[in-house]
């Protein structure tokens, strides 16, 4: 077990250690700043500052992942350590997770309420999840349109069985016009059965027709399609 000595040694070796971090991220050194501000964790990892100052030289590398394990160790040590969310929110942010980075900037909110670059990130969020929202929203909407369309199946859409009826009832008004015109021309010569007779092979003949010309003409469109 180190000494009191030895520890109160730790931590002022520790903040000196973060001074120099700080002055190499000033100057856009980040992976130098990260490399310091490690051995400034190794030294005090009770310290949250250096957890969430080295998530900030994570994000200036665009090193996301490793931001918000940073961040998330700042905010365990310290809970009310309103820039260990921050950092956190902002690496969420910028990996277009804004659901999670909104409760980081709620809780930054909170913790520091007068904070205006807090409130800003906060606004920026908040429209950033209702527009995720909508988008959703829209997307659902989009997608069971689409699979009830998909699920029409258009080739069997067509005439069914009675699409010769047409041509049936055509044949037979061209065969009672037919008969009508015959007993016109001979009078009343020919006996009424002949004439019954005469109608019901015709009817019959032109039912046939119209069956055997409905076939044709779908084998036709079959033949067409290619």
């Known amino acids: ?39 400034a964790i190794e030294l005090n990892s009770q310290n949250a500052v250096y957890w969430a100052n080295r998530a900030f030289a994570h994000t200036k590398l665009e090193e996301y992942g490793s931001a918000i394990q940073d961040a998330s160790r700042a905010v365990e040590v310290d809970p009310k350590y309103s820039k260990g969310y921050y950092r956190r929110g902002a690496a969420y942010l910028a990996m277009g997770k804004f659901k999670e980075a909104l409760k980081d900037f709620q809780q930054v909110k909170k913790i520091s309420p007068n904070d205006p670059d807090a409130s800003k990130k906060l606004k920026e969020c908040e429209k950033a999840v209702m527009k995720l929202k909508f988008e959703e929203a829209i997307a659902v909407h ?59 092979v015709l009817v019959a003949i032109g039912t046939w027709w119209a069956y055997c010309s409905g076939d044709i003409l779908s084998k036709t469109r079959t033949l067409d399609l290619g």
């Open 1 to 39: 077990m180190p000494s009191m000595e030895t520890e109160n040694s730790n931590i002022s070796r520790a903040e000196e250690i973060k001074l120099l971090a700080n002055e190499a991220f000033k100057v856009h050194r980040y992976s130098q700043a990260i490399d310091l501000y490690t051995q």
């Open 142 to 200: 989009d997608s069971e349109r689409r699979s009830v369309a998909e699920s029409i199946d258009f080739h069997s859409i067509g005439p069914g069985s009675s699409y010769s009826h047409p041509r049936v009832a055509a044949a037979v008004a061209v065969t009672v016009v037919v008969v009508a015109v015959l007993l016109v021309m001979v009078g009343s010569k020919v006996p009424a059965l002949a004439a019954a007779g005469v109608t019901t």
